[in-house]
């Protein structure tokens, strides 16, 4: 027993934002009945990285625990098949241009007079109304225009997209999902319509500090470590990222207000008199010029020294440096390998894979990886024989017109 065991879920999404989110719930016990166009399938399934025969290993991650039914929604079978999958689910998962569902007659009205317990999360860009819901909209443009790309940049360098907004959305889905459903089947409560809209979840993620600095008067966005004379509470101090001798990058927090790492950093790179901040009365050159000269010296550690021994001074010295890693580093990392983090999944088609493993650990209920990315219509029968009846000459019949 998984602890979303019971839940059935139905989604007609593709690519990242929404597939993510039943990914999520589908690691702990989720049914997740994934509905993709004949012949083509979801376009995840054709993005790299990509086998030397073309085949996709990222569909196989993030379709992982799914069960793939193949169905045209342009067609009126294909709507009136997905209609009758609708009475049988808890939730809907969506991530169309809004607009699109409700002109295949499988908006929110039409769905929820056939299933009224029914839950349907709907993705998009910029939300289902407001003068943008109609553009097209993928992650890294709502990123930058939710505020989010602009604090990822240093004072002197362009803002960097990380990419990360439709993960993040995903995030958003998946919790939005779960307290509906609680509020359900624990409060008695009808089914209901969730709108997110990737936008405002870079919005929620990048305007805390953003609105608070506006409303102070004073300058945002992130700045390099020279520009630190005041970081964050005042204090003479120099984080941020810093180039090792041997070409890598650590990162270097210097804490927050209460604590000592910052005074355990200076005292173990032999420079105690950086805790002197009286001869440098805030606001003045001085204190700049000593800004500066400070983060001169932290960089010259850093530089001096190989990411290695970085790491065994900052255990030595107790302070909050970590090791910028690459793929190669953390497939290698003891901390992720103590936690069995990574995971080795068996596929039919790929052979063995490796996938990040359900996150976060649960005592009583953890997650689980099934399966990796099914074959295209891979349980067409199980759904639309066994969920909703249909015989085989029905379904043959579906087949010949490309319906499934």
């Not at 997209?161 to 959305?169: H, K, Q, S």
Request: proline letters at 8%.
């Amino acid at each position: 027993m998984h602890a979303l065991s019971g839940v059935r879920i139905l989604e007609p999404g593709q690519l990242v934002a929404a597939p993510f989110a039943s990914t999520l719930l589908a690691d702990f016990g989720a049914e997740v009945i994934k509905t993709e166009l004949p012949g083509a399938g979801d376009p995840a399934r054709h993005m790299a990285p990509m086998t030397e025969d073309g085949r996709s290993i990222w569909w196989k991650t993030v379709s992982r625990n799914k069960k793939s039914v193949t169905l045209d929604l342009r067609q009126a079978e294909g709507q009136a098949l997905f209609k009758r999958l609708v009475q049988e689910v808890d939730v809907v998962v969506e991530n169309f241009r809004p607009g699109v569902m409700d002109a295949w007659g499988l908006g929110w009205e039409e769905l929820r007079a056939i299933n009224p317990r029914l839950i349907m999360a709907r993705q998009s860009g910029y939300g289902q109304d407001g003068p943008r819901s109609r553009n097209p909209a993928y992650g890294m443009m709502v990123e930058a225009y939710g505020g989010m790309t602009v604090n990822n940049r240093y004072a002197d360098t362009p803002p960097v997209v990380t990419g990360l907004c439709d993960y993040i959305a995903g995030l958003f889905i998946a919790k939005s999902i779960m307290i509906a459903l609680y509020h359900r089947d624990v409060h008695g409560g009808p089914g209901q319509l969730i709108d997110n809209a990737a936008a405002e979840n870079a919005l929620r993620i990048a305007g805390d500090p953003a609105l608070t600095a506006i409303q102070l008067g004073v300058p945002h966005g992130r700045r390099p470590p020279a520009a630190y004379p005041s970081w964050p509470d005042g204090a003479l101090r120099a984080p941020g990222l810093f180039a090792t001798r041997d070409g890598k990058y650590v990162n270097l927090h210097s804490g927050t207000p209460g604590t000592k790492i910052w005074e355990n950093f200076v005292r173990g790179i032999g420079r105690p008199d950086f805790l002197d901040e009286a001869p440098y009365p805030r606001g003045s050159q001085a204190r700049q010029e000593r800004g500066r000269e400070i983060e001169r010296c932290v960089r010259d550690f850093f530089a001096s020294h190989t990411r290695d021994e970085i790491t065994a001074f900052a255990e030595a010295h107790a302070v909050t440096i970590a090791p910028v890693q690459d793929m190669d580093d953390v497939m290698r990392d003891p901390q992720f390998a103590a936690r069995g983090v990574l995971v080795e999944v068996d596929d039919a088609e790929l052979g063995p894979l490796t996938m990040v493993g359900p996150v976060p650990r649960f005592s009583e209920t953890p997650g689980e990886i099934r399966h990796a990315g099914p074959p295209l219509g891979a349980h067409n029968a199980e759904i639309y024989q066994g969920l909703l009846g249909l015989s085989e000459a029905e379904l043959a019949s579906l087949k010949l017109k490309k319906v499934i």
